[in-house]
C-alpha cells in the first residue's frame, strides 16, 4: 500500500479544517485522480513551521517532520493549494518556505506532488524552479 502525506499551511490551518484536501482524498479526485485503481493510505496530514510574522520558533521541528516521513516509508507528498498564492496575473506561485521543504523532501527520497483539491491542482510531480 501506497503511503502518502498532505502539506499545508501553518497560516491557512488557523481557518482551514482540512476537508477539500480531505474529500478529494477519500474521492481519489482532483489532485488525487492518479490514484484512483491504487490502493493508498493518507499517513500523515502536516503543516509547514510558517513564515513572515507567523513563523514558530522551533524551525528545527521541520527537520524532524521530514525525518518521520522518510521513517514511516511515506512516497508522495501533495502540496496543498493553500501554499500557494496568486500573483498580479492570477497564477499560483508556491511560498517560498513550501518550495524549500518540497527540495528537502525529494532530496530525502520523498517525491512531491502538485495540490489536493481545487481547479489547480495537477497531481503531477512538482517541478522546483
Known amino acids: 500500500m501506497k503511503k502518502v502525506a498532505i502539506l499545508r499551511c501553518l497560516k491557512t490551518s488557523a ?14 479526485s482532483e489532485g488525487f485522480k492518479k490514484y484512483a485503481n491504487e ?6 496530514m502536516w503543516t509547514c513551521n510558517g513564515c513572515g ?3 514558530l520558533e522551533n524551525q528545527e521541528g521541520i ?3 521530514i525525518e518521520r516521513m522518510v521513517k514511516n516509508s511515506i512516497e508522495a507528498v501533495h502540496i496543498s493549494h493553500c501554499t500557494s498564492k496568486k500573483n498580479a496575473d492570477g ?3 508556491l ?3 513550501i518550495k524549500d521543504i518540497s ?15 481545487g481547479q489547480h491542482a495537477t497531481g503531477e510531480r512538482l517541478i522546483i524552479k
Open 15 to 28: 481557518s482551514c479544517a482540512g476537508t477539500g484536501c480531505l474529500r478529494a482524498f477519500n474521492e481519489r
Open 39 to 44: 490502493d493508498i493510505q493518507l499517513a500523515a
Open 53 to 55: 510574522n507567523s513563523m
Open 63 to 65: 527537520e524532524k517532520k
Open 91 to 93: 497564477v499560483p506561485v
Open 95 to 97: 511560498c517560498p518556505t
Open 103 to 117: 527540495e528537502r523532501l525529494e532530496a530525502a527520497g520523498v517525491a512531491v506532488y502538485d495540490g489536493t483539491h
